[in-house]
């Protein structure tokens, strides 16, 4: 719909001599600019990238606005490393550096654009900085809540526990909705725990979240920080347990069911149950993606295993 809306605009009103001050609507549309943007932008989301590059390219240089030029280069960025071409995106990066004083509106989209670069790419530690940065410019609470959370997720995954915890403390701050509010506290729990290493506590907390009926949808996710918790307490069963429960309520994610596969069929070889470990291996090995950092061991395990069962 929206390429449609912008696309009517750019065909009713002529591009001709579009910087004469004088001239009169609808001959002279000073937000012309704009219309084509929101057609990338469009396209983008749609995942139909090359039209989007063609767009952003052709804003950027039919008009000699800085910002408008910059702005081109921002998201045509995003639009290469989305499609892969990740020299393309970071040449254009590089375009958008050399400006200076650069809008607020615009530096803020260009730090959150170069924290998804790094992401995309598997840098999460060179993701933080720029997201950082681009928090600082964000001035509408529910526009922050997002970034807040992958901020904190990019803090844990590089083990800074303690920046971790105030990370999600700031989202929880600011109203999240239920879903993102849930999984604050979850991880702010896991997050605290491995400082205070005190995993009883924690297994308790945890126990509590499952009796609660507004976590009913989450059950999985709960009973998968069981099982992680419970194995730190060295009561493998029990562990065990847990994942094959978080196994149980997860219907729908497939993210999630593999990485339940992956964790019991580890617990499972690792115990030598080697029909058990086969089973979760197997169901692993068929949903892992072929780039995925352990699919050939994981595919070697489930044939051979099967093999031996």
Known sequence: KAIKKCGKVVKRHTLVAEGKKDMKWPEYNKWMDDNYHVIGQSNLYKGEYYKAQETFNFISNKYSSASVQLRAYIWSARAYFLDGDFSKAKQLLLKADGFEDLPKDIARE??????????????????????????????????????????????????????????????????????????????????????????????????????????????????????????????????????????????????????????????????????????????????????HSRYKEIKARALSLNELV
């Open 110 to 291: 260009l730090y959150l654009v170069k924290a998804e670069f790094f992401m995309v790419q598997g840098e999460f530690e060179k993701a933080i900085e720029p997201l950082e940065k681009g928090l600082v410019l964000i001035t509408k609470k529910t526009d922050r809540i997002v970034p807040q959370f992958v901020l904190a997720q990019l803090y844990d995954r590089m083990e800074k526990s303690g920046d971790a915890k105030v990370a999600f403390q700031k989202v929880i701050k600011l109203k999240p909705p239920y879903e993102l509010e849930f999984q604050s506290k979850l991880q702010m729990l896991l997050t605290d725990t491995k400082i205070s290493r005190n995993y009883l506590d924690a297994q308790k907390a945890l126990l509590v979240m499952i009796e609660d009926l507004k976590n009913e949808s989450y059950k999985d996710v709960i009973y998968y920080a069981l099982g992680t918790v419970t194995l730190e307490l060295e009561k493998r069963k029990e562990a065990v347990d847990y994942f094959e429960m978080a196994l149980k309520f997860n219907k729908n994610n497939k993210s999630k069911r593999v990485k339940i596969f992956v964790t019991l069929g580890d617990l499972y070889f690792g115990q030598k149950q080697y029909p058990e470990a086969q089973v979760n291996y197997d169901s692993a090995y068929h949903n892992l993606a072929i780039d």
